[in-house]
């Protein structure tokens, strides 16, 4: 069983950044951040895998960045930009196979860390 715990989320103002991070109890082929606000579903926005091969989902492009630590196993997301309809839960999740940017390929999911852009 894969632990992940996120941590680096907080409140700022639109335009602003945050870093996001993730540790992981151990190595899986892909990672990814995932996020829900309230009453809507989890979506994905970005993911990596073992080789560094990167998927951004497009309201993530050219504002945030995701990378991983192999030797740490951690997980990072910059996110740079921010915007009110940023706000959300933020999930890190864990697939041992695919790495597509949906939530059926992530097989684990750490409990989340609020983001709160204000205007």
């Known amino acids: 069983q894969v632990q992940l715990v996120e941590s680096g989320g907080g409140s700022v103002q639109a335009g602003g950044s945050l870093r996001l991070s993730c540790a992981a109890s151990?190595?899986?082929?892909?990672l990814g951040w995932f996020r829900q606000a309230p009453g809507k579903e989890r979506e994905a926005v970005a993911s990596?895998?073992?080789?560094?091969?990167?998927r951004y989902a497009d309201s993530a492009k050219d504002r945030f960045t995701i990378s991983r630590d192999m030797a740490k196993n951690t997980l990072s997301l910059e996110m740079n930009g921010l915007k009110p309809e940023d706000t959300a839960m933020y999930y890190c999740?864990?697939?041992?196979?695919?790495?597509?940017?949906?939530?059926?390929?992530?097989?684990?999911w750490g409990q989340g860390t609020q983001v709160t852009v204000s205007s």
């Open positions: 990596i895998d073992r080789i560094g091969i990167t």
């Open positions: 999740a864990a697939s041992t196979g695919y790495c597509y940017l949906d939530r059926d390929s992530f097989n684990y």
């Open positions: 151990e190595y899986t082929y892909c």
